[in-house]
């Protein structure tokens, strides 16, 4: 792996970011959004029901604020690539010495810069408006945080596949993807709380258990390391298939000559 | 670097390329001298864009090799890319870089640390330093097709690999762009492939053609040996007799 490739390609998606405003929406404005909207409902429930409703409102914030590292994992290297076939700048790319492993790390690493802007914002937010400080979390952070933005790439990685396969018509899954793991993974309540039929599909994401285990530290039980091996190791086997559906469909782009649909 | 057959920098062996029941590519052998000149020709439909997408390692054959500079494709995919540029008329630049950054990108992406004063000589070669601030999208298609061709050669590759190069430029921007391509391979010996509709373009610059058709090499060899042993004036007269015959075919099959 060339570390300048790398570089290259994170300095390109950097310019991408400072030239596009509408991707300041990712990192600025839904981070403001969703802090504001979680913590007030936590903050009105808490109290009408005659609760603490600042409590109510670090459990949604917190919720919303991993969220935060899972959306922006995946959306940053998901539409990194995506912006590669919007600019039809595909073919230019494949026909350089870039290897695929040098290209993945170069959007990652500008995915994590694009991560730490938009999980800042959420976190200040819910800071300044709400008093809930993530770092209260401590060191419980690292694990919970780690997980998730693996999780993340992974979900990109797929995503990436099927529009390798089945061209820009499955873009919408970097966004629906999420949306789809977003209630069954448990983000604002327990998997109790799902529907039984949904229960089981919720206690195989890696993220219902990440969640778990967030919720856990937040009422004071400390971190289950539990949930956090389970949560590790669905999320190995994840990361495993992610990688193997990501081959698979690179070697069919080229076989059946999917490039024509790029230029 | 590996042991290159004789001073051959591109070598392809029984290249077969099938979509569903088209045969796009039917056994084509291809293989390029350093500084060599040769244009691929073909009417549309030939194959000549899946040949060379086969030759760049962006699809893969279903049978057959193809090796760049000693390097195998596609094992040895990334270094062989080292020595290859590529650009292509129709392929625009991306949005939201300037001429510049997607130079300096392009460079490193060859593996070169600093590009910047290959990209300088790059622009001035072609008579464009003045669009090096300029926004990719702000180019007209000659001005984006002479950039393109800078970017394939910031890393002085011993192939450089053209596809429809002055489609849509106006005559001068074509000669200038002729004028670059000559000065390149002669300076640097690169070997230069290149496809275009444009036969007297071909005939200026390209000291080799090879015609495909239906998915073959139907003729391989200097420009007038290859007008002659058709019996036609010139290329152009060779690739409208081709055209001419491939439409024929079409319509037979058809029926």
């Known amino acids: 792996m060339r570390w300048v490739r790398v570089k290259a390609i994170a300095r390109r998606h950097w310019y991408v970011l400072l030239r596009a405003p509408q991707r300041w929406f990712d990192v600025v404005v839904w981070p403001v959004v969703d802090a504001v909207l979680f913590g007030s409902i936590g903050l009105y429930f808490g109290t009408q029901s005659g609760g603490n409703g600042e409590q109510a409102a670090g459990f949604l914030l917190a919720g919303i604020i991993l969220f935060h590292v899972l959306f922006q994992a995946e959306i940053s290297l998901s539409t990194g690539f995506m912006e590669e076939t919007w600019s039809s700048n595909l073919l230019n790319l494949l026909t350089t010495p870039l290897r695929e492993v040098e290209y993945g790390a170069g959007v990652m690493l500008f995915g994590l810069a694009k991560l730490a802007m938009g999980v800042t914002t959420v976190s200040l937010v819910a800071l300044a408006l709400f008093a809930f400080d993530v770092t209260s979390l401590g060191l419980a952070l690292i694990p919970l945080v780690a997980i998730l933005l693996v999780v993340g790439w992974a979900i990109a990685l797929f995503v990436i596949g099927l529009i390798l396969r089945v061209g820009q018509g499955a873009e919408i899954l970097a966004w629906g993807a999420i949306a789809l793991i977003m209630p069954l993974s448990g983000i604002f309540y327990p998997v109790s709380a799902l529907p039984d039929a949904l229960q089981p599909v919720a206690q195989a994401l890696p993220t219902t258990h990440v969640f778990e285990a967030a919720r856990g530290v937040l009422a004071g039980d400390g971190l289950s390391w539990t949930q956090i091996g389970i949560a590790a190791a669905e999320s190995a086997v994840l990361v495993a298939g992610a990688i193997w559906f990501l081959v698979a469909m690179l070697a069919t782009f080229r076989k059946r000559g999917y490039i024509s649909r790029h230029v | ?255």
């Open chain 2, 1 to 255: 670097m590996p042991e290159v057959a004789g001073d051959l920098v591109l070598r392809a062996r029984g290249l077969v390329k099938q979509y569903k029941r088209v045969r796009a590519v039917d056994g084509v052998e291809l293989d390029v001298a350093a500084g060599e000149r040769v244009a691929l020709l073909g009417p549309n439909g030939a194959g000549k864009t899946t040949t060379l997408m086969m030759l760049l390692g962006v699809v893969s054959p279903d049978s057959g090799w193809v090796e760049v500079c000693g390097y195998r494709l596609p094992r040895h995919r990334s270094e062989a890319m080292e020595h290859v540029g590529f650009a292509a008329g129709y392929l625009p630049l991306p949005e939201r870089l300037r001429v510049r950054e997607f130079l300096q990108l392009f460079g490193q992406l060859y593996g070169m640390r600093d590009p910047a004063a290959k990209v300088e000589l790059g622009l001035a070669r072609f008579d464009i330093t003045h669009l090096g601030g300029a926004m990719g999208n702000e180019l007209s298609s000659g001005q984006r097709t002479l950039v393109g061709i800078v970017k394939a050669t910031l890393h002085q590759p011993r192939l450089l690999v053209l596809d429809e190069p002055t489609a849509s430029l106006d005559p001068d921007v074509a000669l200038r762009v002729r004028n670059g391509l000559e000065r390149l391979c002669a300076e640097e010996g690169t070997a230069l492939l290149v496809t275009s509709h444009n036969m007297i373009e071909v005939e200026r610059l390209c000291e080799r053609v090879v015609f495909v058709s239906g998915g073959h090499v139907v003729a391989d060899g200097k420009p007038a040996e290859v007008a002659a042993a058709f019996g036609r004036d010139d290329l152009e007269a060779v690739f409208l007799h081709l055209a001419e015959r491939a439409a024929e075919q079409a319509a037979e099959e058809r029926l």
